[in-house]
């Protein structure tokens, strides 16, 4: 089986689907790869990088989709639509497409893709098992994002994070609160620690205390009617739920320097935990970094991409974080796709290529086939649109 890479089109995005380093193992799967030239440049890996290791390099996109029987990008139609239609003139009947594809917030865009005859896989839906942990690009990206958050609000903040004895007096450390402690928020929590921050954290899911604690962290404790969602996610909660979080909230959000949400369901819009007038309780000078701008923000007054500064308190919204540390989000990326190239293969000794065989992954996460939209959570989302269904 060919594989190709590509250059991601969508504005800004520096990631690569497949990194050099990770050829080699694939090369002995009995997989080729092809790369369109220049598609690892923007996180700082050159065609010779990938010539390297194995790697046949291509000048033209064209030539990448006409020659790979696997197209493997970070961003597929579904999460690139303004730039990613070009490609389906490109794709032919019975081709593997593999990427994010934001399949339950844009099935219509799944549904267009169906028309081109490909095989195409959304990494986004990807079961929260164990055996699947390997290949799931949600976990891997909020790493990403998590560490990153804690550096902008540093930047932004004008405090230091640790405590410091000094000739000329003691200067407290700043106190944290992460808002959500799945893994984006974990990862925010442990770098918060490691610069010396008072971290405390708070999440609808009671079973993770341990894990906030393990890390250094204070679990804010909230008297609420709370559950864990299907899969390990938090789960959905109603508006009463969500008032009465935010009343108890207040006080916690006024005594920090630093609030970091985290808090988004896949496929809906984020819930608001953060509302002006916890802003308002801040003290001047305070930071948010809201990770969850892209789903429309958990914080009242959040702008998507935009740095706002109300009430004293800078807000901070940004979008495609991972893009942001290319390389090592690019490495990790890259290991989730060559994981799920991998259970392509049979579990037998010939490890042959088959997308037929009974596998919960390839069945959860395969979205159109033979022209049809096959996965059963996006044919849903249709039938209430009035699409295929």
């Not at 033979?370 to 044919?379: A, D, P, R």
């Amino acid at each position: 089986m060919i594989v190709g890479v590509v250059k991601e089109t969508f504005p800004g995005e520096r990631r690569v689907a497949l990194v050099p380093d990770h050829l080699p193992a694939l090369k002995k799967k009995g997989f080729e790869v092809i790369v369109e030239s220049g598609a690892g440049a923007d996180a700082g890996l050159l065609d010779s990088a990938y010539e390297a290791k194995g790697a046949k390099v291509l000048p033209t996109r064209g030539e990448v989709f006409e020659q790979a029987d696997i197209i493997v990008q970070v961003r597929s139609y579904g999460a690139n639509p303004e730039h990613g239609g070009s490609d389906l003139e490109l794709m032919r009947k019975d081709q593997i497409v593999i990427g994010a594809a934001e399949p339950l917030s844009s099935p219509e865009l799944v549904e267009q893709l169906a028309k081109t005859g490909v095989n195409s896989f959304g990494l986004e839906i990807i079961p929260r098992t164990t055996r699947a942990q390997a290949m799931d690009i949600l976990s891997s990206m909020a790493t990403v994002a998590g560490y990153k958050a804690v550096l902008w609000a540093a930047e932004r903040l004008p405090r230091f994070f640790p405590m410091f004895m000094t000739a000329a007096g003691t200067v407290a450390p700043a106190k944290v609160f992460i808002v959500g402690a799945g893994v984006a928020g974990l990862q925010a929590i442990a770098t918060a620690k490691r610069l010396g921050a008072v971290v405390s954290a708070y999440d609808v899911r009671p079973a993770v205390k341990e894990e906030v604690q393990s890390l250094g962290g204070k679990f804010v404790e909230m008297e609420l009617d709370t559950a864990e969602g299907e899969g390990g996610y938090a789960k959905q909660m109603d508006e009463e739920f969500y008032r009465k979080q935010r009343e108890l909230m207040l006080k916690v959000v006024a005594e920090s320097d630093v609030v970091i949400t985290t808090a988004a369901v896949p496929g809906r819009k984020a819930p608001i935990l953060v509302t002006e007038e916890m802003v308002k309780g801040m003290a001047p000078g305070s930071v948010i970094v809201d990770l969850a701008a892209e789903r429309g923000g958990n914080c009242e007054l959040t702008k998507v991409d935009e740095v706002v500064v109300a009430h004293g308190v800078t807000i901070i919204g940004p979008s495609n974080v991972p893009s942001t540390v290319p390389f090592h989000a690019s490495q990790m990326w890259s290991k989730n796709i060559s994981n799920f190239l991998n259970n392509m293969l049979t579990k037998d000794k010939e490890k042959k290529f088959d997308l037929e065989q009974e596998d919960d992954i390839i069945a959860a996460t395969w979205l159109t086939k033979g022209g049809q939209v096959v996965n059963e959570s996006v044919k849903e989302l249709l039938s209430k649109q009035g699409g295929q269904g």
